[in-house]
């Protein structure tokens, strides 16, 4: 099994930053992609940043520029540095990761999503 687990959200100002963290761990063979997905209130799940393949990285539109994503291969860790947050990035922040996992002897590849971790940007 696969567990994404997620920290650093909270409560933060408009302007203000904050970094997310989410860390793989189980019987992972490789990680092809990961990333961050966003649900505001009242819609529906959106992309954040992904890497999707490689060092490829996909963002929304709307965080080109303020957030940057990064990862630590070596801890299967990935990492979303939030700049000059705005009221619009409120949100439940998803950790995603689309994974090869190894069990007996076989591989097998599936989408993992982590609980999500709350961040609200207010004053």
């Known amino acids: 099994q696969v567990q994404l687990v997620e920290s650093g959200g909270g409560l933060m100002q408009p302007g203000g930053s904050l970094r997310l963290s989410c860390a793989a761990s189980g019987s992972i063979f490789s990680i092809n992609a990961m990333g961050w997905y966003r649900r505001a209130p009242g819609k529906g799940r959106e992309l954040v940043a992904v890497?999707?393949?490689?060092?490829?990285?996909n963002y929304a539109d709307s965080v080109k520029g303020r957030f940057t994503i990064s990862r630590d291969n070596a801890k299967n860790t990935v990492y979303l540095q939030m700049n000059a947050l705005k009221p619009e990035d409120t949100a439940v922040y998803f950790c995603?990761?689309?994974?090869?996992?190894?069990?007996?002897?076989?591989?097998?590849?599936?989408?993992?999503w982590g609980r999500g971790t709350q961040v609200t940007v207010s004053s």
């Open positions: 995603y990761a689309f994974i090869t996992v190894q069990n007996s002897g076989s591989l097998s590849a599936a989408d993992y």
């Open positions: 890497f999707s393949g490689g060092s490829s990285t």
